[in-house]
T-cell receptor
């Protein structure tokens, strides 16, 4: 039984560079969520997919952020022209439909923008 | 504005005591309520969820929900040092938007 996986686990990048993160959800889960968490705060919702459809995006998600889930399985989150304020833990979670929507998190990708 | 409020702590209890963690939320349309445990440097781990008013027990954990008061709590009985972590309260609304509180840091002292 595999849980949610995320790659890479850590990413250090220079300001202005683009980065891409990958999330593989639990296999039978068709809902996938992206969150961002900074120190001392709870996770902040970024966006959510049901299968391949992106159904909701937070106002936090600026034009520099884009997420895809092309075949309804894994998802990618890309940040273009990174800024120091983008430094955070990026968390992916997945859940089933038809259930109680419990979300299970992956280990996260810690991004540091220098 | 959909807010989830938690006392940031730290909450310190002796080993074997009951730890009580509280959470309030602002939107009466809230559907489901979750408690996550997060160890330092790790991702949140789901430990309890509750949907109906009343108590729900799972091992040493009891979640309590009072929708009229917009209040949800988590009790941890026989607290252990391994329970030391940040506990996040999360509230789901009917559009699948889930909001988290900032978390309460719990320390269980041997």
């Amino acid at each position: 039984d595999t849980g949610v996986s995320q790659n890479p686990r850590h990413k250090i990048t220079k300001r202005g560079q683009n980065v891409t993160f990958r999330c593989d959800p639990i296999s039978e889960h068709n809902r996938l969520y992206w969150y961002r968490q900074t120190l001392g705060q709870g996770p902040e919702f970024l966006t959510y997919f049901q299968n391949e459809a992106q159904l909701e995006k937070s106002r936090l998600l600026s034009d520099r952020f884009s997420a895809e889930r092309p075949k309804g399985s894994f998802s990618t989150l890309e940040i273009q022209r990174t800024e120091q304020g983008d430094s955070a833990m990026y968390l992916c979670a997945s859940s089933q439909t038809g259930g109680k929507y419990e979300q299970y998190f992956g280990p996260g990708t810690r991004l540091t923008v220098t | 504005q959909k807010e989830v409020e938690q006392n940031s702590g730290p909450l310190s209890v002796p080993e074997g005591a009951i730890a009580s963690l509280n959470c309030t939320y602002s939107d009466r349309g809230s559907q489901s309520f979750f408690w996550y445990r997060q160890y330092s440097g790790k991702s949140p781990e789901l430990i309890m969820f509750i949907y109906s008013n009343g108590d729900k027990e799972d091992g040493r954990f009891t979640a309590q929900l009072n929708k009229a008061s917009q209040y949800v709590s988590l009790l941890i009985r026989d607290s252990q040092p391994s329970d030391s972590a940040t506990y996040l309260c999360a509230v789901r609304y009917n559009n699948n938007d889930m909001r988290f509180g900032a978390g309460t840091r719990l320390t269980v002292k041997p």
